[in-house]
């Protein structure tokens, strides 16, 4: 079922017949004799035919006058995986409705970010999905602030924020319109007492559909984690953001996020970037019955629930791509963590006033010895800024001076040949690593931000073991985000952001490819000439017109090819 095919009754009314988990997110189900809406998975009874309707989108079911069920919570539904399509308009759309616009700009904003027409995005969004933006945007709200109102203690008053409402008096008139109860009805009924977590810690599950490898999405992220900015262990990713911090746990069936934020409001767009982080939308089993086939089928079915691991920002993803040119991945590790150091921004733990400073400061206090890029209390590394870390724990690192013999290829080449510690492509927790994936990454807690595209262009990157050529890349690209140029959150078309993005100095079909893959989301994407992929694809006989066949999953047949080793 693609977003462009129109739902068949029989194969929709099956599908909840058997509580299909294939269909979650895919489409909704309405009953007329109740006016509920369901997941297709939903225990209760399965109503008769006559009084069922479907839906394409939660918002279509409401607008249509349908409440959501209790029990099977249609706010924990994943994303429907057809609208992870890059290309798609509405697809480009909803990211950005997830990400807050429509809440902050209105439609006429989210036309902006999508240079179309306001006319022209209702009505292909009335076609395609039978709600408009607003709608859309205003089902996600209620559906958030349904979550946390069963799922925490957050204050009433946080929730209506946090979900993105514009006042407490906006939210009861949604909910007792959309829902016909208010939130303190429906907080009563779940039995929740209005107590916040500790800190103000906010703690949801995000869904997905299984099979889910979480050992070798947790081993990428881990084996990739900036120093400072991330933590990631074999049991948790966690991360610094503005005004607080946020923690990922696998757990069984779905992903718990614990978020501590100053500010609540900025929650809705935190859940977004977590679920795009970690692929959470994917829909395994179409990927799994188009790769199967094909020469990598074995490895398909090795390992089913592969997912291509996201980017929380675009932009940091893309510094993270042209960092990583031709070194090792503990190399670019530790560049990128010198980087955040220099330009990044200190952040304290929400509601600290004893930890403060600007970027170039050292988080801490007389407690912290070392400097900006080591993990809080670690006193065993001491220097400046500049001083490369220079721990027996690092393999190559990317002090090495630029175009040293070990190393070979063009600017734009994937990082690392045979003879390093390690490239891009390699699996998570490859042997050939010093620092395998259940490494600490970031030795406690994360404490700095990455730096913005604004930060970056502004920033002195002299000293800190990269080319003038590989700066100049970073900071023409940082001018080009930070001038509105170049969108890399989703929101712009991908082709014509791979066509800006060659059009860099320093950025090749590699680093382009890679970008796309993570940052755009492309399903199709394919790093070319990747060094792990191309030793890959010669260790099991494949030729590269094989390529063609895995469309439109070629990122993810990618994934399998890095893991193979």
């Known amino acids: 079922m693609t977003p462009h095919q129109t739902l068949d009754f029989d194969s929709c009314y099956r599908a909840v017949s058997s509580r299909d988990t294939r269909f979650d ?160 009805d429906l907080r009563a009924s779940a039995g929740r007492l209005a107590v916040a977590g500790p800190g103000g810690e906010v703690t949801l599950r995000l869904g997905y559909r299984g099979p889910y490898d979480v050992e070798a999405m947790f081993g990428f992220l881990a084996a990739r984690a900036i120093p400072g900015v991330e933590d990631v262990t074999p049991d948790h990713y966690r991360r610094a953001v503005p005004g607080g911090l946020v923690t990922v746990t696998p757990a069984a069936g779905h992903l718990t996020l614990s978020v501590a934020l100053e500010d609540t409001r900025h929650l809705a767009r935190v859940v977004a970037r977590c679920r795009r982080l970690f692929d959470l939308d994917a829909d395994p089993d179409a990927i799994a019955e188009a790769l199967g086939p094909t020469a990598i089928g074995r490895l398909v079915e090795r390992r089913p629930g592969l997912r291509v691991p996201g980017a929380f920002d675009g932009f940091e993803l893309a510094v993270r791509a042209v960092v990583g040119q031709q070194v090792s991945v503990p190399g670019a590790r530790t560049l990128l963590g010198r980087i955040a150091a220099r330009a990044g921004t200190t952040v304290p733990p929400p509601g600290d006033a004893h930890r403060t400073g600007t970027a170039d400061d050292p988080p801490g206090d007389a407690r912290q010895a070392g400097t900006t890029g080591d993990p809080p209390g670690d006193a065993h590394r001491t220097g400046t800024a500049d001083d490369p870390p220079g721990d027996a724990r690092q393999a190559g690192t990317t002090g090495d001076p630029p175009g040293d013999a070990r190393r070979t290829g063009t600017a734009d080449d994937p990082p690392g040949d045979a003879r390093q510690a390690g490239t891009t492509g390699d699996s998570p927790g490859d042997a050939r690593r010093t620092g395998t994936a259940g490494d600490p ?125």
């Open 441 to 565: 990454s970031g030795g406690g807690r994360p404490y700095l931000l990455f730096p913005t595209a604004e930060q970056l262009a502004e920033a002195d990157l002299a000293g800190l073991g990269m080319t003038g050529r590989r700066v100049e890349t970073l900071k023409t690209l940082a001018g080009l985000v930070a001038g509105g140029e170049l969108d890399l959150d989703g929101g712009a078309d991908p082709a014509d952001t791979a066509a800006r993005l060659m059009a860099v100095p320093g950025i090749g079909p590699w680093t382009t490819g890679y970008i796309v893959m993570r940052a755009l989301r492309d399903p199709d994407a394919w790093p070319d000439k990747d060094l792990g992929l191309v030793r890959a694809m010669k260790a099991l006989g494949i030729s590269e017109e094989e390529t063609e066949r895995w469309r439109p999953w070629r990122a993810y047949a990618a994934l399998h090819l890095w893991s193979s080793s």
């Open 25 to 184: 997110g895919r489409f909704y189900t309405a009953v007329t004799s109740t006016g509920i809406y369901c997941r297709p998975i939903c225990p209760a009874r399965t109503p008769a035919r006559k009084n069922v309707r479907f839906y394409r989108h939660a918002a279509a079911a409401e607008a249509a006058g349908f409440r959501p069920c209790r029990r099977c919570r249609p706010e924990l539904s994943p994303g429907d995986p057809g609208w992870d399509v890059p290309a798609d308009l509405v697809g480009r759309a909803l990211r950005l409705i997830d990400d807050g616009v429509a809440d902050e700009h209105g439609v006429a904003g989210l036309a902006g970010r999508l240079h179309v027409t306001e006319r022209h995005l209702l009505r292909i969004f009335t076609t395609r999905l039978g709600a408009g933006p607003l709608a859309v945007a205003r089902t996600r709200r209620l559906l958030l602030a349904k979550q946390l109102l069963t799922e925490t203690g957050l204050p009433i008053t946080d929730v209506a924020f946090a979900a993105g409402f514009g006042s407490v008096r906006q939210f009861n008139a949604s909910m007792r319109d959309a829902y016909g109860f208010s939130p303190t």
